[in-house]
């Protein structure tokens, strides 16, 4: 199991930005895939980007341009850089990893964008 911590969540205005951080309590070298996830209310969880140990990375249509995921090996973390953001991206925003199988989950940090 993989302990995950994000943090950098907030409130911001339309056409802001954020940088999401994930900890992670081992090295990520040995994680195969990490991303992030996120929830609004009522809504099912959702994938927002997600970067490979070989640093591929995928993103939703939905933030696609706006978004973009890193990782630091050094630092065992992983950064969301949210640009442009909108309400639609109001939402709990959870990190995930994946290794050798099993996906590990943060605890989530709330962003929330105002019109």
């Known amino acids: 199991q993989v302990q995950l911590v994000e943090s950098g969540g907030g409130l911001v205005q339309a056409g802001g930005s954020l940088r999401l951080s994930c900890a992670a309590s081992t090295s990520i070298f040995t994680i195969s895939t990490m991303g992030w996830y996120r929830q609004a209310p009522g809504k099912q969880r959702e994938g927002v980007a997600t970067?490979?140990?070989?640093?591929?990375?995928n993103y939703a249509d939905s933030v696609k341009g706006r978004f973009t995921i890193s990782r630091d090996n050094a630092k065992n973390t992983v950064y969301l850089q949210m640009n442009s953001l909108k309400p639609e991206d109001t939402a709990v925003y959870y990190c995930?990893?994946?290794?050798?199988?099993?996906?590990?989950w943060g605890q989530g940090t709330q962003v929330t964008i105002s019109s």
């Open positions: 995930a990893a994946d290794k050798y199988g099993r996906r590990s």
């Open positions: 970067i490979t140990s070989g640093g591929t990375t």
